[in-house]
């Protein structure tokens, strides 16, 4: 019901979007330096209906790594879990409200539109164990990832109050998230200071020299 | 008594127990320090293997863990049911038989503990813990890379591992999987180690006991060991695990020091056992080295005891090559060549260097197994003349040659029983008296021998001897006397100039007889045993008779008559010749005197000694005796030997020639036996020559002596002085000086010396002597 009257909402505001201007985030740390490949997503304060963000998020499995690492999506969103490499995944996620396993052939997809819960998505594959990949599901049409430069450009919204919330599986954050209120009539240029740090990610690699096989 | 075996083998005693303790010392002390040794190792092996032990089992947790946090199915069930979890941990709990399995989830809960408990029964028992929807309590440990850890859990203490439960890189929660360090452990390392184990921890400040294989231990015991101390009769070692500040485990790890070295102990016991027979051992083979050294010792002192006490025909007989057997050896030569020496100088002792003749000490011995046999033998007494003559003219090498030379032909007689030479130029023959041998007949043997000149070097020596003969029993009967008594004869051969004398009791002026007449002529004198004889001395011109010399007799009262050269002799040598000579000189004039008053004139000539002229107031006593019985100087003759003037002759010629010019007649006595120097008498203050008799004696046969006699009386006549011959025996001699124009002669043919008043009735019968 929920997201039947939130494509409502997107596909009546698409027109004002299309013209709009778009906000301009940056994501630095206390460094000033740009920290890339964060989900930055705008939640409204006040009343505000958003229109849906149809599109379809693509999960990769490739070289024995989840690509990207990060994914978002709006809750509702297709995402399309694809296969690219010639051996078969047992993609999962045993924790949290958004639990599923399921194993894709090589060169297979697998769709899934049946998330039913907003939050992190921690996914693994049960073959190879070290394959990490994160699927964050937000209730809003306003998200992204910064750029290597730790840009993120997003249409810009009817102006109110906002939430900008800024998330990273490794950012040493309650929640691994930041926040901050934002007021969009007045800027279309935010830029966010991160003072937590962002924790070591872990590499998508075999720790094992496992070398005598190269096709597994 | 400390004998030499007793000493070698005390040494060796000694040697050994040294040797032996110091091998006790050495093995004590390698036993101790192996002890030792043995007691560390075994310690430090023991906590080596605990922390082997403890470590392993750690690893294997977590090993253990990590496999459990990667399986799948406890991921797909970690946020699911209780009940589908609790089993999935208990199958992997029961895989590896852990006592503790704990879930946590992601924020820091406690989701699901399984704790293996014992139920009442005895029975293991899983149970689910009491911390389930608990915070978990150590929430540092999730963060740290750290996975083992000590937890406590009620009274159980459990080495746990942790593993994180990742999904990719999200961690979704933690496994645990832990032991119980519990009595089954401390057992499992007693087994190993054989040393009983605690195990304590410090909650905080306090100690707890927790589990040990020992069911009497006890905490302070397990703090004690811990601390490092070593309780006694223990062997013990400590080892604290810290975790972290909050919790230490501590371990114990002992033994009763008995236990561990009880097998060292037997060794003990076997060591001295076998070092105590080693020792005896030891000792009675030292004991008969000992022995066996000094058997050969103990024979060679036996040996030389024997030598001591002069036996040297035994000898030694060591079986040994050894120094000792060389020495047995050594002895027994030494023996032989001491006997040889001994021999040697045996026959040193009995045998004359010079001629190899046995000596004085043979003719000893010969004498008196003669004596004991009561064999009737003859001792004679050789003395070789002129050897003094020719050791000084010819030297002494001659001298020693002709000794030899008369030795030897002396032993080829076979007549003698034994040949001895036993001085210089001494030899004595022993001869068996018996019917076959006469002395005459040895003594011709003797001189037959000897007859034949020796030549030396182209020199003519001849080999004249003089002998002494004595026998026993006819002169004597003991041995010692026979010698002297030949030696007495020879002596007066000597004196007579005869070759041979036969002893007869007249000889021996040294006799034990003699000794006596020392004493009793003092007496003599007084007790008027002394007599006075006078022979008459003729006057050969008017055939009258003139002049008489006086003569003392002595009349012992137990020995009869003693010849004047007996005791005239002892007189001299005891100092009484004066005396005697002034008892003869005053009877002499005494009896001038009374043959005056018979109308006889008669001239009395007394004999003077050589002593009596060294008399300082000889001279005054001659004159006052003279002026005192008025009797005229010129009718006294004072006879004195040649001899006596040779002493001292100045002081002799100066008291003579005071008698000559009182008036006195001076005549020399003997003349021609001694020196007869002419040079001397033409010094001599004397009026007139007494011609000795032995001249005189055989004038009627010897034309030598006649010569003699013709020109000693020419010689005297020559120089101023009258001659007096004595010895007249027959007429032939009597007419014969009377021819000669001799002065006076005396002798048997014309009278004996008689007593005085025997004399007187002579003189007065006698006629006038008519010469042809």
């Given at each position: 019901m929920r997201s039947l009257s939130l494509n409502i909402l997107i596909l009546c505001c698409l027109p004002y979007y299309a013209i709009a201007e778009n906000i301009n985030i940056n994501v630095v740390d206390n460094a000033n330096k740009a920290l890339p490949d964060m989900v930055v997503y705008l939640q409204p304060e006040d009343d505000i209906s958003l229109p849906f963000n149809e599109q379809i998020v693509e999960v990769g499995q490739f070289d024995r790594s989840f690509t990207p690492y990060i994914s978002v999506m709006q809750l509702g969103n297709k995402v399309i879990f694809k296969n690219k490499d010639d051996i078969t995944h047992h993609i999962y996620s045993p924790?949290?409200?958004n639990k599923f396993s399921f194993k894709i052939n090589a060169g297979e997809s697998q769709i899934k539109r049946d998330f039913q819960q907003t939050g992190e998505v921690a996914m693994g594959c049960n073959i190879h164990d070290w394959m990490s990949g994160y699927l964050l599901i937000v209730d809003t049409p306003l998200f992204g990832k910064t750029n290597e430069n730790g840009m993120l450009d997003l249409p810009m919204p009817p102006a109110g109050k906002y939430q900008l919330i800024v998330w990273h599986?490794?950012?040493?954050a309650t929640n691994n998230r930041v926040y901050q209120s934002i007021d969009l009539s007045e800027q279309k240029q935010v830029t966010i200071k991160i003072d937590n740090k962002i924790l070591k990610i872990s590499e998508q690699k075999n720790q094992e020299d496992f070398d005598f096989l190269s096709d597994y | 008594m400390k004998s030499l075996q007793t000493k070698i083998f005390l040494f060796f005693v000694l040697l050994l127990l040294l040797v032996q303790a110091i091998a006790l010392w050495t093995i004590v002390e390698g036993n101790k320090s192996q002890e030792r040794q043995e007691i560390t190792n075994r310690l430090s092996t023991a906590k080596t293997i605990f922390n082997a032990q403890f470590n392993s089992r750690r690893d294997y947790l977590t090993a253990f863990a990590e496999t459990a946090a990667k399986d799948y199915g406890i991921k797909q069930v970690f946020e699911d049911e209780l009940r589908s979890l609790l089993v999935a941990m208990n199958n992997h709990r029961k895989r590896i038989d852990a006592d503790l399995a704990m879930a946590i989830s992601?924020?820091?809960?406690?989701?699901a503990q399984l704790v293996l408990g014992k139920n009442q029964a005895g029975e293991s028992k899983v149970k689910q813990g009491s911390?389930?929807?608990?915070?978990?309590?150590?929430?540092h440990w999730l963060e740290s890379q750290e996975q083992s850890h000590l937890y406590v859990l009620g009274d159980s203490v459990y080495q746990i591992s942790l593993s994180p439960m990742n999904v990719g890189a999200k961690t979704i929660g933690w496994l645990a999987f832990g032991f119980e360090i519990n009595q089954e452990l401390a057992q499992h390392f007693l087994d190993i180690t054989q040393l009983h184990t605690d195990f304590a921890i410090k909650v905080g400040d306090e100690w707890r006991l927790?589990?040990?294989?020992?069911?009497?231990?006890q905490l302070d015991f397990t703090k004690q060991v811990v601390n490092g101390e070593t309780p006694n009769d223990y062997i013990a070692i400590g080892h604290l695990v810290d975790e972290a500040g909050q919790l230490q485990l501590a371990l114990a790890m002992y033994g009763l020091r008995a236990d561990i070295v009880a097998v060292l102990q037997e060794q003990w016991w076997q060591f001295l056992i076998l070092t105590f027979i080693t020792l005896l051992l030891s000792l009675s083979v030292a004991y008969i080295i000992a022995a066996s050294i000094t058997k050969p010792v103990k024979q060679l002192v036996k040996q030389a005891k024997i030598v001591a006490s002069g036996d040297y025909h035994q000898t030694v007989n060591v079986n040994d090559s050894s120094e000792l057997g060389q020495l047995a050896n050594e002895f027994n030569a030494m023996q032989s060549a001491v006997l040889s020496r001994e021999k040697a100088i045996t026959h040193r002792a009995n045998h004359d260097?010079?001629?190899d003749l046995p000596n004085r000490s043979v003719l000893k011995t010969a004498l008196q197994n003669l004596a004991e046999r009561k064999q009737a033998f003859t001792v004679f007494h050789l003395n070789l003349s002129r050897l003094k003559d020719v050791n000084e003219t010819l030297g002494h090498d001659v001298g020693d040659w002709l000794i030899k030379a008369a030795a030897l032909r002396l032993s080829?007689?076979?007549?003698?029983?034994l040949l001895c030479?036993?001085?210089?130029?001494e030899f004595v023959l022993l001869a068996e008296i018996n019917e076959h041998s006469s002395s005459e007949l040895l003594v011709s043997r003797i001189h037959q021998v000897l007859e034949d000149n020796c030549e030396y070097q182209g020199i003519n020596l001849q080999l004249q001897v003089r002998i002494g003969i004595a026998s026993v029993p006819e002169h004597c009967h003991d041995t010692k006397s026979v010698l002297q008594m030949a030696d007495t004869a020879l002596h007066h051969s000597h004196k007579v100039s005869q070759l041979v004398q036969v002893y007869h009791q007249?000889?021996?002026?040294?006799s034990v007889e003699r000794l006596n007449l020392i004493n009793d002529l003092k007496d003599a004198i007084i007790d008027d045993q002394l007599e006075l004889h006078f022979q008459p001395k003729l006057?050969?011109?008017?055939?009258?008779?003139t002049h008489v010399e006086a003569l003392v007799r002595w009349r012992h009262p137990t020995l009869g008559m003693v010849p004047p050269d007996n005791f005239i002799h002892i007189a001299e040598q005891t100092g009484q010749i004066n005396a005697l000579t002034h008892w003869v000189f005053i009877n002499s004039l005494k009896q001038y005197k009374a043959w005056c008053e018979v109308g006889l004139n008669i001239s009395v000539a007394v004999n003077i000694s050589a002593e009596n002229l060294k008399s300082p107031d000889f001279y005054e006593f001659i004159c006052q005796s003279v002026d005192k019985h008025q009797v005229?100087?010129?009718k006294v003759t004072l006879e004195v030997t040649e001899s006596a003037v040779v002493d001292d002759p100045e002081a002799a010629i100066a008291i003579l020639q005071q008698f000559k010019d009182r008036g006195m007649r001076i005549s020399i006595d003997d003349?021609?036996?001694?020196?007869?120097?002419l040079a001397q008498l033409k010094q001599l203050?004397?009026?007139e020559l007494k011609i000795d008799k032995s001249f005189v004696q055989r004038l009627c046969e010897d034309e030598d002596d006649r010569i003699i006699v013709r020109s000693t009386i020419e010689l005297a006549h020559n120089m101023g002085l009258s001659v007096v011959a004595e010895g007249i025996e027959d007429e032939f001699a009597l007419n014969w000086l009377a021819k000669n124009k001799c002065e006076l002669a005396q002798g048997y043919f014309i009278s004996?010396?008689?007593p005085a008043k025997e004399l007187t009735t002579w003189l007065l019968e006698k006629k006038v002597y008519a010469f042809e």
């Open positions: 924790i949290g409200d599986p490794q950012l040493d | 992601a924020k820091g809960m406690v989701t911390e389930r929807e608990q915070a978990f309590r150590f929430p927790i589990a040990s294989s020992n069911a009497t231990a260097p010079l001629t080829t007689l076979d007549e003698f029983q030479h036993i001085g210089a130029d007249g000889l021996d002026v040294n006057d050969l011109s008017t055939g009258i008779v005229p100087a010129d003349y021609g036996t001694g020196y007869s120097s203050p004397v009026h004996r010396p008689k």
